[in-house]
């Protein structure tokens, strides 16, 4: 009896996870950016999330993260890059507009440089009270802020094969979005460290191949059923299949402060699903890769700079990060140009350049001092598009 209603259980399941899935709306975009709160005097960290919250003008919008000192936006259902990038900048305009009055400046940074973890204080709501308890130390360890970007798929089963196959390019990702050097005071060395904090909790990591749709909602029940999560939306992986929403979630960039970059990353998500969503179709064993040489090529642009030599994960050519990047570009360029995107290439250029916010972080630091540091990541916000 037990085991029937278990099986009626993940059929009811599944079937509702199909039909969100099929919304007849392939490609269009969901953003979410999360940000520092700070005391516009000093550059440290304040716990105003509450008051943000009683204060915007539309709070489907925003969004309590783990902790006080951090809020969230989110964009609606955009169809074109554009669009929500639009959006993204008037959520960061409301956010400085309440910021004036409330006395505090967003920034805009993958870690705060110098906020010490025993100091942070916990949003209290049942689900990040349930994750608290489970990480305990380490959830105040995780002063952590990203990009999230949400791309729609109408089909399960060909959201779970562009999973597969875009995780060949995670590292690319990584590496173009770094915008972390710095955690508890100290230049960790590491280009992104907020991958380092975030990856302390479980669940965080690259998925490995997912054989089908049905698998995946086995998985969820499954640890759901083990009180190891409380929902899907608890598994973090860097892409997930979004059971609630119907999209592709990759959740593998730092914030970045400029708009533009934010543009970069938003196209180029949505190119590598437009594009793996037919080459899945022409090449079986696009989904297969070497899984131990993707999460080395991963480590590296955690930690190194474009000029580090890796080895593609799919067909084993050794090669730096900088070439892996455009090679990436390579794969997706028809992609791009389909969907209207081409002129964020120039700003990719621009970064191989100049390099990321986490390379200019390090510069602001190195001349200036971490003061002027923290003045910086509130001081240099983009907020028009």
């Known amino acids: ?35 520092m709160i700070c ?4 550059g440290k960290l304040k716990n105003k999330a509450n008051e943000i919250m009683s204060l915007v003008s539309n709070k489907d919008r925003y969004s309590y993260e783990l902790l006080l000192s951090e809020i969230e936006t989110n964009t609606p259902i955009c169809e074109t890059v554009s669009d929500s990038i639009k ?4 959520q960061r305009t409301e956010l400085k507009n309440i910021g004036i009055k409330e006395d505090f400046k967003i920034g805009l940074s993958g870690t705060h440089p ?3 973890s025993t100091d942070q204080e916990f949003v209290s709501n049942d689900s990040y009270n349930w994750v608290a308890d489970q990480l305990r130390y380490y959830a105040k360890r995780n002063i952590t802020f990203s990009t999230h970007i949400h791309i729609s798929v109408d089909c399960p089963d060909r959201a779970i094969k562009i999973t597969n196959a875009t995780r060949r390019w995670i590292p690319a990702m990584l590496a173009i979005s770094s915008n972390s050097p710095f955690f508890e005071g100290v230049n960790t060395g590491f280009k992104s460290s907020r991958t380092m904090q975030f990856g302390a909790f479980p669940k965080t990591n690259i998925p490995v191949k997912i054989d089908s749709f049905e698998s995946y909602v086995s998985l969820v029940n499954t640890l ?18 979004h059971l609630d929403y119907g999209t592709l979630e990759y959740r593998i960039c730092d914030v970045q402060r400029s ?11 949505q190119a590598l699903v437009h594009s793996y969503d037919n080459k899945v179709k022409l090449n079986k064993n696009i989904e297969d890769m070497n899984y131990e040489i993707l999460n080395d090529a991963f480590w590296k642009a955690t930690r190194f700079d474009f000029n580090t030599s890796i080895t593609d994960c799919f067909d084993g050519q050794k090669l730096t990060l900088h070439d892996y ?35 200019q972080q390090i510069r602001i630091e190195k001349e200036y001092g971490v003061e002027k540091l923290l003045h910086f990541l509130m001081d240099e916000v983009e907020y028009d598009y």
């Open 1 to 35: 009896m037990e085991n029937g209603l278990k099986t009626y259980l993940y059929k009811m399941s599944l079937a509702k996870y199909r039909k969100i899935y099929s919304q007849k709306r392939d490609y269009s975009i969901g953003v979410e950016e999360e940000f």
């Open 39 to 42: 005391d516009p005097k000093t």
């Open 87 to 90: 959006f993204l900048s008037k």
């Open 114 to 116: 110098t906020a010490i």
């Open 224 to 241: 759901i059923e083990t009180d190891s999560i409380k929902k899907s939306r608890q598994i973090w992986w860097k892409i997930r299949p």
């Open 259 to 269: 708009l533009k970059r934010t543009e970069l990353l938003v196209a180029l998500t």
């Open 325 to 359: 990047i455009y090679k990436m570009i390579d794969n997706i360029y028809p992609s791009l140009e389909s969907l209207g995107n081409l002129n964020v290439i120039n700003t990719l250029d621009d970064i191989m350049k100049s390099g990321t916010e986490a390379d």
